[in-house]
């Protein structure tokens, strides 16, 4: 991939993900944190801004730093990262609203021909059965294999 990232701090299993976007706003940070649901076998990708305040992730915030293809493929580029460690897991995500959940249909398309070979991703459908990705459907999640 030759698109722009941030460098990234990356924890040693490989689950956990820091890096500051830097725009209009000033530095902002960033968390990546993959998170296990046992109930449905898969690996949560969770994305936010780091909250001091709390200590934790908020990805309610709309940061809009002007970054935000930098930020993406910094995001993205974590999932490679996360299966070097983890082949044969399942990854899941979705917005944390609807429109982010719209934003992320777009990137979605706009990232899938550059990782489609290192990377099966396909979505969920509004009534909760996963499919092939096509253009113009918005899934409600998707979901991200390895490649063998």
Not at 35 to 43: I, K, R, T
Not at 72 to 101: C, K, W
Request: aromatic residues 12%; proline residues 2%; negative net charge.
């Amino acid at each position: 991939m030759n698109r722009p990232s941030y460098e990234v701090a990356v924890s040693k299993n490989r689950l956990r993900y820091e890096f500051i976007s830097i725009g209009a706003k000033g530095h902002i940070q960033k968390i990546v944190e993959y998170s296990y649901v046992n109930s449905l076998n898969v690996w949560n990708l969770g994305f936010g801004d780091f909250d001091p305040a709390t200590g934790r992730i908020s990805d309610s915030v709309i940061s809009d730093n002007g970054d935000g293809r930098k930020v993406i493929t910094t995001v993205a580029l974590t999932l490679l990262q996360f299966f070097e460690v983890h082949p044969t897991e399942t990854v899941i995500f979705t917005g944390s609203d609807t429109r982010r959940t719209m934003l992320y249909n777009r990137i979605v398309l706009q990232f899938y021909d550059e990782f489609s070979d290192r990377l099966l991703i396909t979505g969920l459908n509004q009534e909760g059965i996963e499919v092939d990705i096509e253009t113009g459907i918005q899934y409600a999640a998707f979901i991200i294999y390895k490649v063998s």
